[in-house]
């Protein structure tokens, strides 16, 4: 019965437990923490006896709260990288995506072969040249490579070329000096590769993916739709974005 209050099992003063089975284990150290807690409990009418969730200030359970502090939890235990892994431009999905993808927990197919799922293939899906890792997923395969190009080449951004999954994913961005700038290209990469990973899924689990143009396209729609939302207090306008990234990479 989860739901049961103090007062239900508090009969004259006594408590009385109706355990279907005794607890054993962890449950039995959590009934006896619980045990000591209430040695010093009084019950009268006027005292209000209910659950309550120490998360929230109304005391009710939010999934959405809920959420949050698991997301936060696992971006803290990130350990080294932490900061590098906060991104306050865009949504916390894309912060647990870029921490999945520096951990090796993105389900490509070798590491899903290396914890022995069975499949039928190991090789990148998009071009089938090598086998499907983080790595090759996302700085190796030609096609990301040739997305990661578009992207540079967006208005003079500079060149993509030798970098390892880390320094993308850092943001060490191409001219900006200012931390907001700099925020603005970690936020740019970081969708860029977002997008990415759902292409491949697209492909793999509906069948269709993008060509460049268009990838391209969405990439500079979502990053906006992201980075001017949130980027609360600062102007973001489209056709800027658009036009002359660079203005807000340099941005302060
Ligand atoms: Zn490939």
Request: net charge positive; glycine share 4%.
């Amino acid at each position: 019965m989860p739901n049961i209050t103090v007062k239900d099992r508090m009969l004259e003063g006594e408590i009385t437990w109706q355990w279907r089975t005794n607890p054993r284990g962890r449950a039995a150290s959590d009934f006896a923490a619980l045990s000591s807690l209430l040695v010093s409990c009084c019950l009268d009418h006027t005292t209000e006896d209910k659950w309550k969730w120490s998360k929230t200030s109304d005391g009710d359970f939010k999934v959405k709260v809920l959420a949050s502090e698991i997301d936060d939890f696992t971006l803290a235990s990130s350990s080294s990288n932490e900061s590098t892994l906060r991104n306050n431009l865009i949504p916390k999905k894309v912060e647990i995506f870029v921490w999945r993808a520096l951990k090796r927990r993105l389900p490509v197919r070798l590491e899903l072969d290396k914890r022995g799922i069975d499949l039928h293939s190991v090789r990148c899906p998009l071009c089938d040249d090598d086998l499907e890792s983080v790595e090759h997923t996302f700085i190796l395969c030609k096609h990301a490579l040739e997305l990661w190009d578009r992207v540079f080449n967006w208005r003079n951004l500079g060149n993509f070329s030798n970098v390892t999954l880390q320094e993308i994913f850092a943001g060490n961005g191409p001219t900006s000096s200012s931390t907001f700038g700099k925020k603005i290209w970690q936020a740019l990469v970081w969708t860029c590769a977002y997008l990415m990973w759902k292409n491949r899924n697209n492909l793999i689990f509906k069948g269709k993916g993008w060509n460049g143009p268009i990838a391209l396209n969405e990439i500079q729609v979502k990053s906006f739709e992201w980075i001017s939302q949130i980027s609360k207090g600062k102007k973001f306008e489209w056709l800027m974005w658009l036009h002359n990234p660079s203005h807000y990479l340099s941005a302060t």
